[in-house]
């Protein structure tokens, strides 16, 4: 959205008028310390870049005109909008420019939402279909919370809820469910985005359908949300979560393809939820990211581990509510008859559906409280196809991971559906 700035200098004198020669940032656009260490990192803590200012809007009228000024300035500068600064190679950052802070507009109220408001919320009924008008900066912690006060819920999710609705839908926004539902870029009805030239434009796959197929999952080159209208269903009370141990990859990645053939959006007997993790050489089967197993179970899987080195976990889940209670235990009998997982080697929860959505939250609390969390965090998301998903067990999970003892940090391995 502009080129960098070739000198600081020429940043604070722009920095000077622009604070002054539009009146809504007087008071929202800070250069302050605090301000630029905030915006100047992310999640990842691999890269640091100090922006010349952070611009905290309180509406988007404040964004529209940031950028239109940086537009008609001789030596435009760059605008990264930052949600929960949750990317890992400063995506979210803006080198000697300007950091649009998204969570500042929490309590905005969505333009052209309609329907019941609910807090900062706008939800709406219609022909049967239900949705959500939701501002771009607001946490999908707060939209589940928001959102079940109605017995609703969206359908498609991240495994961390902690993160913006502008920020998962300009990545993919891709879970366990994705297999199903697709990811949350698929669940989207309609937006509102700022462009680059700072316009303000409603878009939707009828209407202006390149900028709304652009900005889904365009990274944030392409616009910054400020709506999102997102797809929701009657919320389910709670979740059989099962996980399964295998010690052969072709058995494990034959079940998990198996289980995601039933895949229809209205199915009931279709499983809501399917991931797979490594269990490795790393003390507890455990790790930070799930407390999943009891410890009496401890031993007998750190055993397993011992002797293959790698021992493969499928993880499905099952939602559930008043009406479907006494026929799940049936349906997920079904679906996991026949599979190879190792005899004895079955582990069964029943939990609430928000503590399943949220499970991740109490891993991060105790890194934080142990002083483990503000450290880099390298992430590598990777498609692989499934013709050499073998030759990448053999040649990575096998031949790097384990080989080289690399125990420190979850592998996830999972399958999705090309028409999802």
């Known amino acids: 959205m ?15 008028i622009l604070s002054r020669l539009i009146p809504t940032m007087g008071y929202s656009l800070r250069d302050d310390p605090e301000s630029i260490r905030l915006a100047s990192s992310d999640y990842g803590h691999i890269l640091r870049e100090n922006p010349a200012a952070v611009l905290y809007p309180t509406s988007i009228d ?13 030596t435009p500068f760059s605008i990264a909008a930052r949600g929960h600064g949750h990317s890992t190679m400063g995506q979210a ?10 969570m500042s507009l929490k309590n905005h109220r969505p333009s052209h939402a309609s329907g019941i408001i609910v807090n900062t919320f706008n939800l709406s009924v219609n022909n049967n279909n239900y949705y959500a008008d939701v501002g771009g900066g607001q946490l999908w912690i707060d939209v589940l919370h928001a959102t079940l006060e109605h017995g609703l819920a969206p359908v498609a999710w991240t495994d961390y809820l902690y993160l913006t609705v502008g920020g998962t839908l300009s990545n993919a926004g891709i879970s366990g469910s994705a297999f199903r539902f697709g990811p949350q870029i698929s669940n989207v009805y309609e937006m509102d985005v700022v462009t680059g030239h700072g316009d303000f434009v409603t878009c939707s796959p009828q209407n202006n359908s390149d900028l709304f197929f652009g900005v889904l999952g365009g990274l944030g080159q392409f616009g910054i ?3 999102a209208r997102i797809v929701l269903e009657p919320a389910p009370k709670r979740v059989k979560w099962v996980r399964m141990l295998y010690n052969d990859f072709s058995a494990y990645a034959r079940d998990q393809e198996r289980l995601i053939s039933v895949n229809g959006r209205k199915q009931s007997n279709a499983l809501d939820y399917l991931e797979g993790s490594l269990l490795i050489n790393q003390g507890s089967p455990n790790n930070w990211r799930s407390s ?14 011992t002797k293959h080195g790698i021992i493969y976990s499928l993880e499905v889940a099952k939602y559930y509510d008043q009406h479907t209670e006494t026929t799940v235990d049936k349906e997920l009998e079904l679906l996991l008859k026949g599979l190879s997982f190792l005899p004895g080697f079955v ?8 503590e399943f959505l949220n499970r991740v939250k109490s891993g991060e609390e105790k890194l934080q409280s142990q002083g483990q969390w503000d450290v880099p965090h390298p992430w590598l ?7 050499r998903i073998s030759d990448f067990d053999a040649g990575v999970l096998k031949g790097v991971v384990l080989k080289r003892n690399i125990t420190t940090a979850p592998v996830l391995l999972y399958p999705m559906n090309r028409t999802k």
């Open 347 to 354: 582990f069964e929860k029943d939990v609430a559906y928000v």
């Open 93 to 102: 950052m803006a080198p000697n420019g300007v950091v649009v802070d998204m």
């Open 292 to 305: 999943f197993f009891p410890r009496s179970t401890y031993s007998r899987i750190t055993s397993l581990v």
């Open 62 to 74: 404040d964004i529209s005109s940031l950028i239109k000024f940086s537009n008609n300035i001789s």
């Open 381 to 387: 998301n990777l498609f692989v196809p499934k013709s």
């Open 2 to 16: 502009g080129e960098k700035f070739p000198a600081p200098t020429l940043l604070i004198v722009i920095f000077f």
């Open 225 to 227: 949300i400020t709506r």
